[in-house]
């Protein structure tokens, strides 16, 4: 079946513009994560939906950063305003309910930021 | 909280050469464990995975880890790498409950094939 998908693959934006980030779960999985990759480093947690659950926004770096996930399948990452230090890529993860399941995360291939 | 911490930020092996990259974690009980593979300009590959049962696991692409709980680590081997398995190798530590403690990466290591 198909895998994570996410749109666009590379964005370049203006310093000061809003972006939004697309990110297509496998179907059925039920929580989708986002994580943030910059140059050099690891995976930084973003944010954590899980079914119709608030959610988890924990990881979000300042209030410019959103997301939302509709009729708990499709999920957009807005980041506004934004700044260089936004340039990353950003990556998104889906997995199943269940104990084992819930920590095995498939990810999609990632939107790669650029702020001029 | 968990951590995890991959030592080594660089590797540079001969092609044919042995293969291990070194994890170690952090966590008050037995986790679950994971390495992925992101090649450039792509998402996470997921290589293999240690849950329970038989601390030697085999993952795609010829790799196995090895889970030692007195060490806590979970070192990944080949024992004859490709060029191309040049890319970012990270390991994870699973905690059940998901949210933020769902999963949390090492930094990865970076490895590099000479011809």
């Known amino acids: 079946g198909a895998g994570v998908s996410q749109s666009p693959s590379n964005k370049v934006t203006e310093k000061g513009k809003d972006v939004e980030l697309r990110c297509d779960p496998i179907?059925?999985?039920?929580?989708l994560y986002w994580y943030r990759q910059s140059l050099g480093q690891g995976l930084e947690f973003l944010i954590y939906?899980?079914?119709?659950?608030?959610?988890?926004k924990s990881g979000l770096p300042s209030d410019r950063f959103s997301a939302e996930r509709t009729g708990g399948s499709v999920s957009t990452l807005t980041i506004q305003r934004t700044q260089q230090e936004d340039s990353a890529v950003y990556l998104c993860?889906?997995?199943?309910?269940?104990?084992?399941?819930?920590?095995?995360?498939?990810f999609g291939p990632g939107t790669r930021l650029t702020v001029l | 909280a968990q951590s995890v911490t991959q030592p080594d930020i660089h590797i540079t092996v001969s092609e044919g050469a042995s293969l291990e990259l070194r994890c170690n974690y952090s966590?008050?009980?037995?986790?679950?464990l994971f390495w992925y593979v992101q090649s450039p300009g792509q998402g996470l590959q997921l290589l293999l995975k240690?849950?329970?049962?038989d601390t030697l696991v085999q993952g795609i692409k010829g790799f196995e880890a090895e889970f030692k709980r007195s060490q806590s680590s979970f070192n990944l081997r080949k024992p004859s790498v490709h060029w191309s398995d040049a890319a970012e190798y990270f390991c994870?530590?699973?905690?059940w409950g998901g949210g933020a403690d769902g999963l949390t990466f090492g930094k990865g290591t970076h490895l590099i094939i000479q011809p």
């Open positions: 994870a530590v699973g905690v």
């Open positions: 966590y008050g009980a037995t986790p679950y």
């Open positions: 939906f899980q079914g119709n659950s608030a959610p988890d």
């Open positions: 240690y849950f329970s049962g």
């Open positions: 179907s059925g999985h039920t929580a």
């Open positions: 993860a889906s997995s199943l309910a269940g104990r084992e399941s819930s920590v095995e995360q498939f």
